[in-house]
């Protein structure tokens, strides 16, 4: 294709989104060579990516995307737990051009700063609990975790208790992919490539009813699975353990909502032992679950908060930790320098990005709506789902939700049959939802969404619809293969 804008070597002229819509100057074909020519995906087998070639996304607008090929998806995952505010806000992409102009970058190390870095940092203090004043940033959430690392360890050395340097994670937990991201995290095959692990960074089980919470009610699972931390507590050595971090709901373990009794209990042991509390807000906050921070959800009172992904809708990179007044007076009043810090920190493009989607938010009020409106209607909707044959059970807290699949349902949960883990049924599913122009991921045999918070009830109705098409084409496929 002569006239192909992406074309190895050709000038790159689709940037608009008027050429990005005319799909036919796509050479999809000669896109995946040069990708998996030269391009190491994330989280990606290599080899088994460029024998199929990725599918090239073009364009966005509202909770749909396109590929190169001109088919249209519904993203049921806001791009990657991010998208908040959907596709195509020109008021973001203004607001970064504008910001580009004016300042594109500048450091914060030495006695400088920028204005949008000043205004976010306030920003974030005005629309987060009132312990937090203070913002640390960073270009992305495994940056956040990483100086939550840093930050609580350093805490507790200038109070004196050197000792004091034991992070206390959960098994499944995602925190992020650099070292100390993926050392707080719990999950296994991420440990098992490059010897994680890092020394003091040990995890507990998960609160995952589901799995197991056998026999008993939800609220006194809630319950076990806290007590769990005061276990690990007591046999680390209580003086030697400085923070518990956990995601509010956990994301990429699968959408795991715990039952209402686990954060409270969670709260008081660390308030017990003096124990600092961390909540990972990375895909909780900016409004997923119907409030600015799901601490303010479920009871919780943490001295730290990660936050990245929805604080500028992925448009463009930005992360960081919210400081609360207990670990921030210290580090303020005692701590001297504090020798931690990125190049990017309170980069001013990413504040502008942030400043703009967080105005977005507030006046199209979609932190009340999720809250009140289309948060309760995706509950009810969702709720439907679980009357087809291959669905066991389903739950959804504001906008994230998941369904699991099953061979054989039963009206207790812990009595489903589930499929053998090797089939990779959930994977069969989710190939059946790419294809058919629905984006949603499998975690195991578990199906799970969280939308752009702009979706609206019609749209809900949409998505469901769609995915009940989608299982019915997986269930007739297992069907094909004598699964179930
Ligand atoms: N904490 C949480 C709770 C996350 O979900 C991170 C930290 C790390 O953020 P960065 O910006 O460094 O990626 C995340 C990221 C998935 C998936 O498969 C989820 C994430 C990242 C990649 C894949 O669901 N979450």
């Known amino acids: 294709m002569a006239n192909n804008p992406l074309a190895p070597g050709a000038a790159l002229v689709a940037s608009v989104k008027e050429d990005a819509a005319r799909t036919q100057l796509y050479d999809t074909a000669a896109i995946q060579q040069m990708d998996s020519a030269h391009y ?3 989280f990606t087998d290599f080899k088994a990516l460029n024998a199929d070639g990725a599918r090239v996304m073009v364009r966005g607008d509202g909770i749909y995307l396109w590929d190169s090929q001109g088919r249209k998806s519904l993203d049921g995952m806001s791009g990657l737990w991010c998208v908040n505010v959907g596709y195509g806000r020109t008021r973001i992409s203004e607001a970064v051009y504008r910001q580009m102009e004016t300042l594109p970058f500048y450091n914060s190390f030495f006695n400088t700063t920028n204005l949008p870095a000043a205004q976010l940092a306030a ?8 312990q937090f004043k203070h913002v640390f940033f960073a270009g992305s959430g495994s940056e956040g975790n990483d100086t939550n690392l840093r930050m609580v360890r350093r805490y507790w050395d200038i109070l004196g208790y050197k000792e004091r340097h034991t992070v206390i994670s959960r098994e499944n937990a995602y925190h992020g992919s650099t070292v100390a991201g993926a050392s707080l995290g719990g999950m296994t095959g991420m440990h098992a490539q490059g010897g994680l692990p890092i020394p003091g960074i040990v995890h507990i089980g998960q609160p995952n009813y589901v799995e197991s919470g056998r026999g008993m009610s939800e609220d006194e699972f809630g319950l076990l699975a806290a007590s769990w931390l005061e276990q690990k507590i007591l046999e680390v050595g209580a003086d030697k353990v400085a923070a518990f971090i956990g995601e509010p709901v956990q994301g990429a373990g699968g959408v795991v909502i715990p039952p209402a009794t686990y954060w409270p209990e969670i709260q008081r042991i660390c308030d017990k032992y003096g124990i600092l509390l961390i909540a990972d807000e990375v895909i909780c906050g900016f409004g997923r679950l119907g409030k ?3 601490c303010e959800l479920f009871g919780m009172r943490p001295d730290l908060i990660t936050f990245a992904k929805g604080v ?6 930005l992360g960081g930790v919210l400081v609360g007044d207990r670990v921030a007076d210290v580090l303020i009043e005692r701590g001297g320098e504090f020798a931690h810090g990125f190049t990017y920190s309170g980069h001013p ?19 009340q709506r999720v809250a009140e ?11 439907t789902l679980g009357e087809h044959p291959l669905v066991g059970y389903t739950d959804s807290c504001g906008f994230v939700a998941g369904l699991n699949l099953v061979r054989e349902k039963s009206s207790v949960v812990h009595d489903n049959v589930s499929f053998d883990a090797a089939l990779a049924v959930g994977m069969v599913c989710r190939g059946h939802m790419f294809n058919n122009g629905m984006i949603m991921r499998a975690v195991g045999d578990r199906m799970i969404i969280a939308p752009p918070l702009v979706m609206t009830r019609a749209q809900i ?11 019915d084409l997986t269930l007739a496929d297992l069907q094909r293969r004598g699964w179930v």
């Open 40 to 42: 190491l995906h994330p």
């Open 123 to 130: 920003k974030l203090a005005e629309i987060s609990p009132p």
């Open 292 to 294: 600015w921070f799901a």
């Open 312 to 317: 500028t809708s992925g448009y463009v990179p």
């Open 349 to 367: 493009v990413a504040c502008a990005a942030a400043l703009e989607n967080i105005r977005i938010i507030e006046e199209e009020q979609l932190v």
């Open 373 to 383: 409106d289309t948060g309760p209607y995706l509950k009810q909707r969702f709720a």
């Open 461 to 471: 109705d949409e998505m469901v619809a769609l995915i009940r098409h989608c299982l």
